[in-house]
């Protein structure tokens, strides 16, 4: 029993403790969260493909702060116009670049470290047998030292 229903508990036990509570119910604001929380749909990227993204985003505005700019040049005749359609034009080929980037890290990635929500993933079996494959090399060590530690003769029923 909390501190609240002793609270509103009778003092001679009879059954006026409901009553008690469903008034103090009534009495109290009921409040309501201002939200709710609610468990990501995605999972985070990982650092090196956000990284990639960042860097592509900010190449990405450059260029397009460029284009915006060659435009208002040409549109003013200006002779800053033509170094301008140059440099954009410069810039499209490295945001390309950089937008393929975060494409083929996020690949790489994903190759190498698997999928963390799937649980078919393809990187768990490779680790998984790694460690097997370890395990049995171990085990070969340590039988092969026993061996070499028992003198190496194998076949040998009695001790001499």
């Not at 009879?14 to 008034?23: E, H, M, V």
């Not at 945001?95 to 975060?102: G, Q, Y």
């Not at 490779?126 to 530690?149: D, H, S, V, Y």
């Amino acid at each position: 029993m909390g501190t609240a229903e002793r609270r509103l508990a009778p003092e001679d036990g009879g059954d006026g403790g409901t009553a008690a509570r469903s008034a103090a119910r009534q009495r109290q604001p009921q409040y309501r969260p201002l939200w709710v929380e609610e468990p990501a749909k995605r999972y985070r990227m990982p650092d090196p493909v956000r990284t990639a993204a960042v860097r592509a985003v900010i190449i990405i505005a450059v260029t397009l702060t460029l284009a915006m700019v060659a435009f208002f040049c040409t549109m003013a005749q200006s002779w800053l116009a033509f170094p301008m359609v140059i440099s954009s034009v410069a810039s499209t080929v490295v945001a390309t670049w950089s937008a393929v980037d975060v494409l083929v890290t996020r690949q790489v990635w994903n190759q190498r470290n698997g999928v963390l929500s799937e649980p078919s993933s393809t990187a768990r079996t490779l680790r998984r047998e790694r460690r097997a494959a370890r395990r049995q090399e171990r085990a070969a060590e340590r039988e092969q030292e026993r061996i070499r530690r028992r003198g190496g003769q194998a076949g040998q029923l009695t001790h001499p």
